[in-house]
């Protein structure tokens, strides 16, 4: 299943090289690809959602 997701992930971000950027309220990051951005959220969601768990057991 993760294989399928980085694939598709692989697949989108070859197909979209066209750069964007990130704007939060008025702070605005640099311009990167949208691969490397979904890419850099998808291993963000990957880990904090393999480390929640572990905070809530602790209660």
Known sequence: ML????GAIAIFSIQ???PVSV???MFESIQFP???LL???AGI???LGSLLPLLW???
């Open 3 to 6: 294989a399928m997701g980085i």
């Open 16 to 18: 979209n090289i066209k």
């Open 23 to 25: 704007q939060f309220l």
């Open 34 to 36: 949208v691969g490397v």
């Open 39 to 41: 890419a850099f959220c």
């Open 45 to 47: 969601g990957i880990i």
């Open 57 to 59: 057991q602790r209660q």
